[in-house]
C-alpha cells in the first residue's frame, strides 16, 4: 500500500482549490459532484489532497462533520490493489469496520473506509484505482 490522498472538509472548495493550486503548484486533476458532494482532487506529484465540500441544503456526512468539527483533515486514504482484501486484513486485525464491503467512491474508484476509535483518531480509507 501507499499514500493516495488527504481528504479535506471545506466549505468553500473553490477558494480552497485556489489557495492550493497557488501554495503547492499542485492543479486540479479532477472536479465531479458525488452524491451531496463538490469534490476536486489537486496532483502533489506523490499523491492528491481531496477537496470535500458539501453541496447547498445538504445534510449529508460532509455537512454534519462541518458543523461538528469545521473545515480541516477529513481522512487519509491509502492506495491498495484489493479493497476486499484490505478490509479482511483489517478486519482480521480486529479493527472496526465502517464499511464492510468495498463501495463506489469518487473518481470512479473502489472505496471502504476503517473507523477512527480503531486508527488512532483518523478515519482511513482505502481506494483501489
Known sequence: MEFDHAGVATDDLDALAGLYADLFDAPVVHE???GDLRVAFLDLGNGYVELLEPLPDSEGTMARYLDRHGPGIHHLAVRTEDVAAALQAAREAGLDLIDE?????????????????STGGVLVEFVQH
Open 32 to 34: 465531479e459532484t458525488f
Open 101 to 117: 464491503e468495498p463501495r463506489p467512491g469518487a473518481w470512479g474508484h473502489e472505496v471502504a473506509f476503517l473507523h477512527p476509535e
